[in-house]
């Protein structure tokens, strides 16, 4: 039993001794569809509940000592709620980026560049980070037929505006490409950490897992975004579990996989 429920089962006494307010905070505290409805950061942590079959662990558990470090988080507000990590999720990835201190980095799918910005931010200062992305000139082509309900694809003008112009472009290698296309073996690897947040399509997620499992240095992780959020990426991961140990990082979309 978790700290949270020992903490709701120990105010039930108090909450029964009067039945409307304990009626009140039931329907709204454990039942919250309005809520769900008209907070769209309710919607995201209830929703990251939704599939997958990894432990749901908090960062301090899989990461012990994670606690103890000081994080640099840039533009934290600077996002887009359909297609960017929230600012907690940003704030763990960057945590476990100061934490594991990777030299070399592989980001799956730049977006604007806000998760890759924050990934230079929090690593070492002679640490590369490579982001791969479909290309300006991007034609609509595609390696596996994605159905339209899972196309997550972003134009190009906003890619990689976050970091374009600042002191940590330096830092940061983009590449262009269909990550089922390209050549993982010529992107610099192996990698200390893989972060995957392209395609949420099952077989983009199964490809992008099994290319950076094979290019991940020892010790490395792979860190997926979407995880029990969306059924293609969680069953994806979650087929690896027998080889990889998955683990949910709590309150949001990521988990974290350790090979060995």
Known sequence: MNDLA??????????????????????????????????????????????GRAPRVALADAFPGIESVDVCILRAFDRSLETSLSPHEVLALAAIGRFTSPKRVLEIGTFDGNTTL??????????????????????????????????????????????????????????????????????????????????????YVKSDTNNALACLAAGGLVVWHDYGMIEDVSRAVDEVASAVSVMAIRGTRLAVGRPG
């Open 118 to 203: 924050n990934l230079a931010a929090n690593s070492p200062t002679d640490a590369e980070i490579t982001t791969v992305d479909l290309p300006p000139d991007w034609t609509g082509a595609l390696t596996f037929r994605v159905p339209r309900v899972l196309d997550n694809f972003t134009g190009p003008a906003s890619a990689a505006a976050q970091f374009r112009n600042t002191g940590y472009a330096t830092k940061i290698r983009q590449v262009y490409g269909d990550s089922a296309a390209i050549d993982w073996a010529g992107l610099g690897g192996p990698f200390d950490l893989i972060f995957i947040d392209g395609s949420h399509y099952y077989e």
């Open 6 to 51: 020992a903490r709701i089962l120990k105010n039930i006494p108090s909450v029964m001794s009067n039945p409307r307010r304990a009626w009140r905070l039931l329907s709204r505290r454990l039942v919250p569809v309005g809520v769900v409805w008209t907070d769209p950061d309710v919607y995201q942590v209830v929703g990251s509940r939704t599939f």
